[in-house]
Structures are given as C-alpha cells and as structure tokens.
C-alpha cells in the first residue's frame, strides 16, 4: 500500500489542527513518517544479520567467502526486494586479487521527478576483527556494522511507502574494511563502475549515473555505542570525508536535531575512510553517521562486537539515528507539494 499525496495532505491538515499544542519540529509529515520506523522492526533485523557471537562476515582471501557473510549479503537482498520490489534490487559482484566472491547489493526506487536526481543511502555488511590476541574467525560484527544495516533496511521499508520526488539508491557494500587505491574496496567498486562524470546510457536505462546527479550520500557505520554526551544526550559524530562540506555537514545536523529526542548530532569532523569518503572524495556531499568516541568503544573490531553482549548496543539511540537520517532524506526528496 502506497502512502500518497492525499494521505499526506489529510495527515498535513489533521496534524495541523493539533501541532500548537505539542512540540514543533518544522513538518509534521517529516516527524509523523520518521516514527513508522520503530525500535521492534529496527531490532527484528538482528536475528538474520549474523550478528552472534562467533559469527564471521569478514572477508577473506578465498574463492568464496564464509557462510555468514553471504548469509547476510542474502538476507539484505531478500529484504530489499520485499520492499522494493524483485526487479529493483540487484547484485553488483566483484573480485579483487585473490578476495573473490563479492557482491555490493544494489537497490532502486525511482522518483517522480527524472531532473531531481539521486540520494545514495548506504552501509557497509562486511565486519572485521583487528584484536590478534582474539579468535581471527570471529568477527560478529554487530555494532560495526548490523547497526548502520538495520538503519539501512528501515529506510529502505519507510522509504518505499511514499512517493518521492528524486530517486533513492539503497546500498549494503562488501569489502569495506580494507582500503585499496586509497578507497574502502566495495563503494569504490560500484562507484567506477556505475557513475561517469558524463551521461551516455539510454533514456529507459538508470545507469551510469553522472556525478552530479547524486545529491547526498546518506552513510550509517557503527551507531549503536555512543561513548560521550551533551548536555545530557548521547551524541553521534556527523563526520565529513571532505572539508569542503562543512555547509553540508552543518544542514545534516541541524534538520537531525530538530526532529530527533534525546540525542544529539555534533560535526565530528573528518573521517578519510568508511563509505562515505568515496562520494566525498569526488565532491559529493556524503555524511558518515557514526557513534561519537567510537575508538574508545571496548568492543570495536573485536570478538565481543556481537548481539548477545548487552552492553554493545544502545537500540533506543540506534533507532533514533535511523529516524534523523530518514528526517534529512525526507527533507530533501519529499514531493515538494507534501
Ligand atoms: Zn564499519
């Protein structure tokens, strides 16, 4: 069922009537959508993300990688199609020197405006474990990076009930924690593969798609352990992969802190790895929503990264990031007419 203009318009005048008399962020059709993502379908996602302890998604030298991770490469394809649609998710696969058997997964919903362009909303479902005194197949992963998923497919899932007036891509990325040629290995994969600097494709056809046709990179990696506070509200880093964004940076931030509660969003400055930094690096706007302090999270790149520690993951705060990321997508995509 499709949320659509007339809905949005009943619910606008509805809201309207009431707004006065509660708390103001600036539109209340923003504030209503961003609350169809709840802490039950966010948390939901972790029972088929291979999050458990002992669960392995890195990726290795190897014709084929491990069960886990194409498990979860498998689920993320699965979900996406439920909510986009079979003929609008796809696998871009890949290979790099002897690590084979990698696949982005690539979703679309296309907008109703052709001129308005496309926001990229993306993480990445590799995992990885730097910690040598640990066991090296133990990589659960679950913060770094089954959190910025979830926040991925509840977008995704909100997202593919309203009409939109640009496009919106959808991507898990393999291969993330490794850099190659100065690039986190997967984006920067599907980025050459997929995006020219000038347009030559047919009119039906959705890609290549030019540079400049890409408004934002929306990127999710590792939101669920805060590790400081603001006036009494867990902060996540907005982070940069390009100092010439700041503007850019500066109007994430304040769209994702008037429509979220209890948390806050502050610049956390400059980030030259993670997904992001492929779009950035090209002078694309790209944020990196990241859990602030993350260096100092104890269980970061370690076995203990996993869904049955309960202190790893603050899922309040987690869903709460995901729903100032829709706002900020919402904002700038949303029928202009809504
Ligand atoms: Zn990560």
Known sequence: ????????????????????????????????????????????????????????????????????????????????????????????KFETGNYKGLANVIGIKKGSSPDCGFIIISAHYDSNNSNETQLTNCAPGANDNGTGLAALLEIARVLSEIETECSVIFAAWDFEEQMMYGFPVGSNHWFSHFVRNSKKKKADEVFPIKRKEIIANINFD???????????????????????????????????????????????????????????????????????????????????????????INFSFATEVTRGGLAYILSQCLLKND
């Open 1 to 92: 069922m499709k949320y659509t203009i007339k809905i949005h318009s009943i619910l606008a005048i509805a809201l309207s009537l009431f707004w006065p008399l509660v708390a103001q962020p600036a539109n209340p059709v923003i504030d209503s959508l961003i609350h169809l993502i709840t802490y039950d379908s966010y948390v939901a996602h972790f029972d088929s993300l291979r999050t458990n302890n002992g669960h392995f998604r890195k990726v290795i030298e190897a014709e084929v990688q491990s069960a886990d991770h194409d498990a979860c490469r498998d689920y993320i394809f699965r979900s996406m199609q439920h909510v986009l649609g079979a003929e609008n998710v796809s696998l871009h």
């Open 222 to 312: 590792m939101i669920g352990n805060p590790m400081e506070t603001l006036d009494g509200k867990l902060v996540l880093w907005a982070c940069l992969g390009n100092r010439s964004h700041k503007k850019f940076i500066d109007s994430y931030i304040t769209i994702f802190n008037e429509y979220t509660q209890g948390i806050s969003a502050i610049n956390g400055g400059m980030i030259p790895y993670s997904d992001h930094y492929t779009f950035a690096a090209r002078r694309i706007p790209a944020v990196e929503n990241l859990e602030s302090g993350f260096s100092d999270d104890p269980y970061y790149h370690t076995c203990n990264d996993n869904i049955e520690n309960e202190k790893n």
